[in-house]
């Protein structure tokens, strides 16, 4: 299923994101364009 494996990697995609952006909260770094 083409679909679903897209929306996995979507996901997958979006939980690096928020890792990535928590870790910046955490060091209180903010990352140019992130808001």
Excluded: E, T, Y
């Excluded at 897209?6 to 364009?33: H, M, T, Y």
Aim: no cysteine; proline share 3%.
């Amino acid at each position: 299923m083409k679909l679903f494996k897209d929306r996995q990697s979507a996901g997958k995609l979006l939980a690096n994101r928020l890792k990535d952006f928590r870790a910046d909260l955490v060091l209180g770094i903010p990352r140019g364009g992130v808001v």
